[in-house]
């Protein structure tokens, strides 16, 4: 249902994305990615490295690093796919937001919902 490929979107040093190897429907579930959280306190070790850039808020006092394909989603404002925690099973399930064509590239909203058009915090410097 998905691949990693690269991306025209992505400038980083692997330019990569996920995308689509099949049409998805609309709320489809597309991937679960489980969870490595870590208490909130513990981020500043973190900040140190490059998953600073690759990290999700996990409720009020954790943070998450996602693994499969979690951290491999790239971002835009008109996402064609969003996501929930599921805290109970420990993952982030990535869902189809609009109709997903095969080849597309999946693409979620880094603010966290789908119409949130805020700077994001690596644009803010």
């Given at each position: 249902?998905?691949?990693?490929?690269?991306?025209?979107?992505?400038?980083?040093?692997?330019?990569?994305?996920?995308?689509?190897?099949?049409?998805?429907?609309k709320g489809e579930l597309l991937h679960a990615a489980p969870v490595i959280s870590y208490p909130n306190d513990q981020h500043q070790h973190i900040e140190k490295t490059l998953l600073a850039d690759y990290a999700f808020e996990?409720?009020?006092?954790?943070?998450?690093?996602?693994?499969?394909?979690?951290?491999?989603?790239?971002?835009?404002?008109?996402?064609?796919?969003?996501?929930?925690?599921?805290?109970?099973?420990?993952?982030?399930?990535?869902?189809?937001?609009?109709?997903?064509?095969?080849?597309?590239?999946?693409?979620?909203?880094?603010?966290?919902?789908?119409?949130?058009?805020?700077?994001?915090?690596?644009?803010?410097?």
């Open positions: 249902m998905i691949e990693i490929k690269t991306s025209s979107l992505s400038d980083g040093e692997f330019n990569r994305g996920v995308f689509a190897t099949c049409d998805i429907k996990y409720g009020i006092n954790h943070t998450a690093i996602l693994l499969g394909y979690g951290m491999l989603f790239n971002h835009s404002y008109e996402p064609n796919a969003n996501y929930e925690i599921d805290f109970e099973g420990h993952t982030f399930n990535f869902y189809a937001f609009t109709d997903i064509k095969a080849g597309d590239e999946i693409l979620i909203n880094y603010n966290g919902d789908v119409d949130i058009k805020d700077a994001l915090w690596f644009n803010e410097d």
